[in-house]
Structure formats: structure tokens, C-alpha cells
């Protein structure tokens, strides 16, 4: 398995477009996880899944983010409209199970930068 | 407040020598569990300590858990300069996800 993918890797982006994040996890893991980590506040958990179905949203800052899971292969995170406080690193992880007892596999991470 | 903290916030020490970093957390737990992360990189699971576990070993690694106290101590011995990265713990604490710390940067300097 190639592990967790995200694209892009790198995003740059102007105040007030849409920014999409993409996420594939690793094949038969039921969870997935979404992440932001900035400086100042780490490793945030914004939403996760189990079994494409939204469980925990409460990390989700504000309704102008929205995350969904079509099916065990894909997720999206989308930012309508973005602001340059959006700017961070957003992973997305999977797992076998939400408590971690096989760990988590993290994605490489999209670096966002909106201007 | 963080659920898990770690300390020191940064380290560095000299190639060869060993490297301890802590942490500590609030609420009783299922798991506790260290991460590493190379810069620019996503967390890497290092190794997972159960609840009625003490210690645990992992090639170089070495990890506590002192659940009385509520902390875990990981241990890098013979340390590399590949194993510059920040560690992160994360506990399980039952709520169905892991709650992370914010890390302790290590520098291992040559």
C-alpha cells in the first residue's frame, strides 16, 4: 500500500477562494481522520469518519469548512471561503480503529498559504 | 488544556548520546502513544503503551508508562542525526479519538 495520499501537496491561494484538500487512505482502514497543525496551536483535530459516515465534527472551526467521504477510498476538505488564517498544515490520517490501537497513518500533509 | 504535555519543548544534544523527553496527561487512559515528525513530513507512529503496561521497547526506543503519575517517558538511545524530528505524544483516553501534544523539537547536532 502506498500509505496515505494527499494533494496537492502545496496550495496558494488569494482571501475568498475555494480551496479543496484531498485525501485517499490506506485500503481497509474504517476510520479517517482530518488534522490542521499551526505554531500556535498544534495538531488540531478538525472532523473524523468511520466508515465514510461523520462522527466528530466538533474540531471543525466554522461552517466555512465542510468535509465529506463519497466512499472508503476518498475524502475532501473544503474551504468556501478561505482566509489567511486558514494558512497551515492540514493532514489526513486513517486508521483500523478511532482509539488508535494500531496507531495512526498519517498523509504527507497540504501546506496551505492563503494571501 | 492539553490532555498530553510534553517537555522539554526542545532538546539537542550531541550525536551518540541519549535523548529522554516526557509526557504528561491529565485523564486516565486506554493507550498512550508516540509520534514522530520529520520537518515538512506527516506523524510517523513510533510505538503504543497499554494502560497496564510499564515498559516497552522498540529497537533504540524505550518508553514508560507511570499511569499513578499520569506521565510516560520516551528514551532514544545512541541517538543519530537522523533522528532529528519532533515527537508528539497522544493518549487514547476512550473518547474515540487521540488527543496529541504539541511536542518536543529534537536537535541532534553532529
Known amino acids: 500500500d502506498a500509505g496515505v495520499i494527499q494533494s496537492p501537496r502545496h496550495e496558494v491561494t488569494e482571501m475568498g477562494q475555494e480551496v479543496t484538500l484531498r485525501c485517499k487512505p490506506i485500503?481497509?482502514?474504517?476510520?479517517l481522520f482530518w488534522y490542521r497543525q499551526t505554531m500556535m496551536r498544534g495538531l488540531e483535530l478538525l472532523i473524523y469518519f468511520n466508515n465514510n459516515v461523520p462522527i466528530d465534527d466538533s474540531g471543525m472551526p466554522e461552517d466555512r469548512f465542510s468535509a465529506k467521504m463519497p466512499n472508503a477510498s476518498f475524502s475532501t476538505l473544503k474551504i468556501q471561503p478561505s482566509e489567511p488564517r486558514d494558512s497551515a498544515v492540514y493532514f489526513c490520517?486513517?486508521?483500523?480503529?478511532?482509539?488508535?490501537?494500531?496507531?495512526?497513518?498519517f498523509g504527507s500533509g497540504t501546506r496551505l498559504t492563503v494571501v | 488544556s492539553q490532555q498530553g504535555e510534553e517537555d522539554p519543548q526542545a532538546l539537542s544534544i550531541q550525536e551518540g548520546e541519549n535523548a529522554t523527553m516526557n509526557c504528561s496527561y491529565k485523564t486516565s487512559i486506554n493507550n498512550l502513544q508516540w509520534y514522530r515528525q520529520n520537518s515538512g513530513r506527516g506523524l510517523v507512529h513510533l510505538i503504543l503503551?497499554?494502560?497496564?503496561?510499564r515498559e516497552k521497547h522498540s529497537g533504540r526506543l524505550r518508553v514508560t508508562l507511570d499511569t499513578s503519575k499520569k506521565s510516560s517517558s520516551l528514551l532514544i538511545t545512541a541517538s543519530r542525526a537522523a533522528d532529528t524530528a519532533s515527537y508528539f505524544c497522544a493518549t487514547d483516553t476512550g473518547a474515540q479519538k487521540l488527543v496529541f501534544g504539541q511536542g518536543t523539537r529534537l536537535t541532534i547536532n553532529p
Open positions: 485500503s481497509g482502514h474504517d476510520y
Open positions: 490520517a486513517s486508521s483500523f480503529d478511532s482509539g488508535g490501537g494500531y496507531g495512526y497513518t
Open positions: 503503551i497499554r494502560s497496564n503496561e
